[in-house]
């Protein structure tokens, strides 16, 4: 596939959860998919949008699917204004999606958590997304990305940094 063909591709419809407990720190989880020999990828919930769904129901689903966490147990209490692009690096195009898109628009979330610890359960989906989790602070968020989607880490933090 060409960078030609690439930059002719959509991006797929994506939600991101940020979600944040009492000290406004964020839920990131280390990725089942990483290979051996690449550093570890921490990062948000986030997953597509289903054909009909609403954004912030996804959001809600996807929260849910990953990280076993209710919506009972969270507020939802900001969303970013748009969408947010990211490209893929040219050589996953083709693995990821089928090498139907470029790349995704995303649209976060902001979501308060107001359960406990032990509400988080990654073994909730058939499909695990993270081997392990933690609260990380804005900063390491952005720094423990990779560096593809740092942009956009950077961006939605800036959107709720105020909220943290």
């Known amino acids: 596939m060409t960078p030609e063909d690439i930059a002719k591709l959509p991006y ?13 720190h964020a839920f990131v989880g280390q990725r089942t998919d990483r290979q051996p020999h690449e550093p570890p990828a921490w990062q948000m919930p986030q997953g597509g949008i289903d054909k009909g769904e ?27 204004e748009g969408w947010i692009a990211y490209d893929l690096p040219h050589d996953l195009v083709p693995r990821i999606w089928k090498g139907r898109y470029k790349g995704q628009e995303q649209k976060w979330f902001l979501l308060r958590f107001h359960g ?10 058939d499909h695990q997304e993270f ?14 990305i990779v560096p593809f989607k740092r ?6 933090i800036a959107a709720f940094r105020d909220k943290l």
């Open 116 to 125: 406990q610890d032990s509400d988080v359960r990654l073994d909730a989906d």
């Open 131 to 144: 081997s392990e989790w933690r609260w990380s602070p804005a900063d390491e968020v952005i720094e423990n």
């Open 12 to 24: 797929r419809r994506n939600v991101g959860v940020m979600l944040v407990n009492a000290d406004g």
């Open 151 to 156: 942009d956009v880490y950077e961006r939605v």
């Open 54 to 80: 609403d954004a912030r129901d996804a959001a809600l689903r996807e929260l849910l699917e990953e990280t076993g966490v209710t919506p009972d147990l969270v507020t939802v209490e900001a969303e970013t």
